[in-house]
């Protein structure tokens, strides 16, 4: 298969409709498009997000309401998976060595939240590090009942 040079395709295009910068404009265009970004983004330093106290429970603060929300999804992400493997008894499509490495991790996001003080981070990677660690067992459980033979 040929592969055609630039000039070719320009012409196929330009013959089609559709405009094609030159690389002159297509810089000078990005160089604006930089610079606007960067003026927007000076002029937002103003706009800091304020922690303050949650509207359900004055005692939280807003950041750990969204962090417990958040929390939740990526935490409990991985119960659907783990769930089908105990209804199929079976190690088939589980991967041990990404909840293994995923449980290390989190592990260290439980320390990490003890560092900050947060309980959001600390309360839900402990649940994920549960979590990732009973898939991780399960998978070995049934790699090696599929493993033994059949008249056992």
Request: aromatic share 10%; glycine share 8%.
């Given at each position: 298969?040929?592969?055609?040079?630039?000039?070719?395709?320009?012409?196929?295009?330009?013959?089609?409709?559709?405009?094609?910068?030159?690389?002159?404009?297509?810089?000078?265009?990005?160089?604006?498009?930089?610079?606007?970004?960067?003026?927007?983004?000076?002029?937002?330093?103003?706009?800091?997000i304020?922690?303050?106290?949650?509207?359900?429970?004055?005692?939280?603060?807003?950041?750990?309401?969204?962090?417990?929300?958040?929390?939740?999804?990526?935490t409990?992400?991985?119960?659907?998976?783990?769930?089908?493997?105990?209804?199929?008894?079976?190690?088939?499509?589980?991967?041990?060595?990404?909840?293994g490495?995923?449980?290390?991790?989190?592990?260290l996001?439980?320390?990490?939240?003890?560092?900050?003080?947060?309980?959001?981070?600390?309360?839900?990677?402990?649940?994920?590090?549960?979590?990732?660690?009973?898939?991780?067992?399960?998978?070995?459980?049934?790699?090696?009942?599929?493993?033994?033979?059949?008249?056992?």
């Amino acid at each position: 298969m040929l592969v055609p040079n630039s000039e070719s395709l320009r012409q196929r295009w330009v013959t089609k409709g559709v405009r094609v910068m030159n690389g002159d404009a297509f810089k000078k265009r990005t160089r604006g498009v930089l610079m606007l970004s960067v003026i927007m983004l000076c002029g937002c330093a103003d706009l800091v997000i304020r922690d303050t106290a949650s509207l359900l429970d004055p005692r939280f603060q807003r950041s750990e309401v969204v962090g417990v929300v958040a929390g939740f999804g990526t935490t409990f992400a991985a119960v659907p998976d783990l769930i089908a493997m105990f209804r199929r008894r079976s190690s088939k499509g589980m991967n041990p060595t990404m909840a293994g490495i995923m449980g290390i991790f989190q592990i260290l996001w439980v320390y990490y939240g003890l560092l900050i003080v947060s309980r959001p981070v600390v309360a839900w990677n402990t649940i994920a590090v549960a979590i990732n660690f009973l898939s991780v067992g399960a998978y070995l459980r049934f790699a090696r009942n599929e493993r033994r033979p059949t008249g056992q």
